[in-house]
């Protein structure tokens, strides 16, 4: 079988088990959240692009509202992704480079985790490698102007669409031309300016609604990368960077990876290969590792840079491997890690039937638990509605919590167009997309006859709040007083039960529900 002929069944098969596997669990908050995004279509959101919210749009219509529905993506974007560093690797080394890549790309337990959770990042790595090979292209047709130059831009301007990282491959760009003496003249010719003007274009919505809405997504990015208050030097923040890759890239793989790029660095001026894939991995590690040394960036931040960084790494190690049989023991060694420790990743009930104990929380206890304890919350609301003869609306204390049970509802009901089928607590401060979608405590305009009577649905704004007087129920974590501005908003509020999450006789989650009793609104 030739090395193109594997390549394809092993991505296909890989692809039919990750399908296969999509409804297995339920969904990670950031999905709910981002498919309720994908019920609201916008040129962009509290964080990130638009890119995300219609990519779930799309699998939705097609295949339903489900975990399969919305995770559909994942499992495409990683075949996509591996089959383009292929051809890619093909091109540029050979046919066994690429696919060496691929296999050691797929038993990278952060790539495996996102070729099941849909995130941005599958999205953001895909146009990332697709940009990449795009641009490769347009170089080899140099000093010819080709479709690719646009195309290029194109791609890099979708990227960022679904995450602002992508942004940064314009400057790969960009010093891949100024670093290579044979592509200088590119600056004189129209085919830079078609890449960049293409990619100005995708910037615009975001942009556009971004000035709507306070240039929300800037604070959101300084907040996120702590650059707002405390800026400092900390180098232990720096080792824990490193720490943080060790173990979401698998230690040894990160090892050689590391390895690799860093003995790759004098071929960087002798091969222009080398100096490409080097130019398209350092500014986006550079950046988020120079970010690190205030406050640790989490390991998925930078994954675009790895895309290049792996294909110099299979590089260096294969001219090596070749002439070391220990080594090619080691990469094997490596490689059988990696996938077992993607397999615990996915599903850490692996290690809990080897006798595994968890000293702490287990992460994939994020994917556990929210349909049946939103079951709970629905049986519950359902009686008392029942028992006081008035519907209630529900307000959660936090975005996942809102997200997932507004996912996991099976009667939604909706308070208005847009309205989320949970809200969070009332708040003056801009803290995540619920803060711009329909609230129970803002005021709409009133009807007429209604602004012009005396009632107390009268306001100077001629507007009236329709919650004021109804009850809903809160839903928050277990221990926790409802807030002060629940508790001033509300005439009463009372606990009324308790649902909890065990697994393995360990609390896993637990939750306090409250009766809020006759809205008034805040007092101003």
């Not at 295949?63 to 591996?82: D, H, K, M």
């Not at 979401?248 to 002798?270: E, K």
Request: net charge positive; aromatic share 18%.
């Amino acid at each position: 079988m030739s090395k193109t002929r594997a390549v394809w069944f092993f991505v296909g098969a890989l692809t039919l088990v990750r399908l296969s596997m999509l409804a297995s669990t339920d969904l990670e908050f950031d999905e709910a959240h981002y498919w309720m995004w994908s019920e609201r279509l916008a040129p962009a959101y509290f964080s990130k692009g638009p890119g995300i919210a219609f990519a779930i749009r799309a699998s939705t219509a097609l295949f339903g509202a489900n975990e399969f529905g919305v995770r559909f993506w994942s499992p495409i974007l990683a075949a996509g992704t591996s089959l383009l560093l292929y051809y890619f690797a093909r091109r540029i080394f050979n046919d066994a480079a690429g696919l060496w890549t691929v296999v050691a790309l797929n038993v990278t337990p952060i790539f495996n985790v996102g070729a099941f959770v849909i995130t941005t990042d599958s999205l953001s790595i895909f146009f990332w490698t697709s940009a990449m090979f795009s641009f490769w292209l347009a170089l080899e047709k140099s000093p010819r102007f080709s479709f690719y130059w646009p195309l290029t831009g194109l791609l890099i301007g979708l990227g960022f669409l679904c995450r602002y990282t992508n942004a940064f491959e314009v400057v790969s760009v960009l010093l891949v031309l100024g670093f290579a003496p044979r592509f200088r003249q590119e600056f004189k010719r129209p085919g830079l300016y078609f890449l960049v003007g293409l990619f100005a274009l995708c910037t615009i919505p975001p942009i556009i609604w971004n000035a709507q809405h306070a240039w929300i997504t800037l604070l959101h990015l300084r907040t996120r990368g702590s650059l707002t208050e405390n800026i400092g030097f900390r180098p232990i923040e720096a080792f824990k960077f490193f720490g943080e890759h060790f173990i979401f890239y698998s230690p040894v793989l990160f090892l050689a990876l590391a390895w690799g790029v860093i003995g790759s660095w004098r071929r960087v001026n002798q091969q222009f290969k080398v100096l490409f894939l080097f130019w398209f991995g350092l500014p986006v590690f550079a950046f988020y590792f120079l970010l690190s040394m205030n406050k640790v960036a989490t390991p998925n931040w930078d994954a675009v840079s790895f895309v290049s960084f792996g294909l110099l790494a299979v590089y260096y190690w294969r001219e090596r491997m070749e002439a070391h049989a220990a080594l090619r023991w080691c990469a094997a060694a490596a490689l059988l890690l990696g996938l077992m420790i993607s397999a615990f990743s996915l599903d850490s009930d692996l290690l809990r039937s080897a006798g595994f104990r968890f000293w702490r929380k287990d992460p994939s206890d994020r994917m556990r638990g929210w349909k049946s304890m939103t079951a709970e919350v629905e049986k519950m609301r359902n009686e008392l509605e029942t028992s006081l003869g008035e519907k209630l609306f529900l307000i959660a204390d936090e975005r996942h919590r809102a997200s997932e049970i507004s996912f996991y509802l099976r009667e939604k009901r909706p308070e208005g167009p847009g309205h989320p089928p949970v809200y969070l607590v009332e708040s003056q401060d801009l803290v995540n997309q619920f803060s711009f979608w329909p609230r129970y405590d803002q005021f709409v305009e009133a009807p007429v006859k209604t602004a012009q009577s005396q009632d107390e649905g009268y306001t100077e704004q001629r507007g009236l709040n329709p919650f004021v007087g109804r009850s809903a129920l809160l839903i928050r974590d277990y221990a926790q007083h409802p807030p002060h501005n629940i508790r001033a908003a509300f005439e009463s509020t009372e606990p009324v039960g308790t649902i909890e999450l065990r697994r393995f006789g360990k609390l896993v989650r637990r939750w306090e529900l409250f009766l809020c009793r006759h809205y008034r609104t805040l007092p101003l």
